[in-house]
């Protein structure tokens, strides 16, 4: 069997005889890692996933569901040197809090490892000023704890008047786990449950026994909160998972804790993996746009064209049906998502729909980005 880049956190692995080598470059060309780093955490052998298919895969169709177009904007450029977000300002979380909106995103500093959360604010969506001064909101924790080296990929959920967020937590060891802080405005944070995780890894042999991470969480209409997640163990690949809570610590996995979402085609392109999920809920649709892989060179960084934004839903937040078509496609040779298009978040204007995302360079710097979708009259609602 041949051997193939693993694009999430994992060590070098042996089973029955065959080495499965995972190299520290080969993720810091996806996600921005320097060569010295640690190795990936939970290289994985051969194999796939076995049980019912996850995904209904819709009809052939002229063009996605929701059709969003590039505005070419550097909605939230990186840092000059020296601060938490020179080299990374990504993931971005978007919430409209009264007449202000108000994104949550993920900064890395000069060693483009070293990861902590910064706020950004705005009066249109457009112009975006670096709040705290420029400072990060939530800074990795002291040795030794859960987060000491990264906060990253903040979900932001607004609820009894206070600030709900979930994050990845990165401790020296890489063995990536979700942590949860409550704010009262969004700039200063406490950790809940301790400092602990609250959602660590799967039981031993399921999809993510070795690392959870990249959550993305919603409240329905009942109070129940609901957390989409990607995980690593015994596969190759990503996948993402699905878990449900009453209180924000004590999560329950859905679907027997297997994936929800795995790796398939669209736009006629098979999915290497998926990753970077978020999830807009509306008249009780879950609406869920995703990061997906298409095609890696040899040395596993993305090849020209291999990254993608792309759409499913599902009526239960369990059983997806993808869009056939390609959302968003990583840019060319000199656009500022040359590199990669992914990560994104969807909020609805009174136009339709906007779309914040993570744009990758070809010099692996990362900066957020915007597109939009308008909609027709009859689905147009008023701005919240």
């Known amino acids: 069997m041949s051997k193939k880049a693993v694009h999430y956190y994992g060590l070098n692995t042996t089973d029955g005889g065959t080495a499965m080598t995972r190299t520290a470059h080969q993720y810091r060309c996806l996600c921005g890692f320097p060569d010295s780093r640690r190795e990936f955490l939970a290289a994985c052998v051969a194999g796939v996933l076995s049980g019912r298919p996850l995904l209904g895969d819709a009809p052939a169709a002229s063009g996605p569901k929701f059709s969003f ?12 040197a020296g601060t938490f977000d020179s080299t990374h300002a990504k993931y971005p979380c978007v919430l409209k809090v009264g007449d202000q909106w108000m994104m949550w995103f993920s900064g890395r500093g000069d060693d483009a490892f070293t990861g902590s959360v910064g706020l950004a604010t705005s009066r249109d969506g457009i112009r975006w000023t670096k709040a705290n001064e420029g400072r990060a909101v939530l800074a990795p924790g002291r040795f030794g704890t859960p987060d000491e080296t990264k906060i990253d990929h903040p979900a932001v959920v607004r609820y009894d008047d206070r600030f709900h967020m979930w994050y990845t937590a ?6 990536y786990r979700i942590c949860y802080a409550i704010s009262e405005d969004g700039y200063r944070w406490e950790r809940q449950n301790g400092g602990r995780p609250v959602l660590g890894t799967g039981e031993r042999g399921k999809f993510d026994d070795r690392v959870v991470l990249h959550p993305a969480v919603v409240r329905d209409t009942s109070g129940l909160l609901h957390l989409w997640y990607n995980g690593g163990g015994p596969q190759e690949d990503f996948h993402v998972g699905h878990a449900t809570s009453r209180d924000g610590i004590d999560w329950q996995r859905q679907n027997a804790g297997d994936p929800v979402l795995s790796g398939g085609t669209v736009g006629g392109r098979k999915e290497i993996y998926v990753y970077n999920v978020m999830v807009l809920l509306e008249d009780d649709v879950y609406r869920m746009w995703y990061s997906a892989a298409l095609d890696l060179a040899p040395s596993g960084r993305y090849a020209p064209r291999g990254s993608a934004i792309a759409y499913a839903e599902s009526s239960d937040g369990t059983l997806w049906t993808r869009d056939d078509a390609i959302t968003l496609l990583s840019g060319g040779e000199h656009a500022p998502d040359a590199y990669a298009c ?23 710097r990362y900066q957020t980005g915007l597109a939009r979708c308008p909609l027709p009259s009859r689905d147009l609602r008023c701005e919240e």
């Not at 550097?74 to 840092?79: E, F, N, S």
């Not at 990165?170 to 063995?175: A, I, Q, V, W």
């Not at 992914?342 to 906007?354: L, N, S, T």
């Open 69 to 80: 177009k590039k505005t070419g904007q550097i909605i939230l450029p990186r840092g000059p």
């Open 170 to 175: 990165g401790p020296r060891d890489s063995l």
């Open 342 to 364: 992914f990560a994104p978040y969807v909020v609805r204007r009174a136009d339709g729909f906007w779309m914040y995302y993570s744009m990758g360079s070809a010099y692996q």
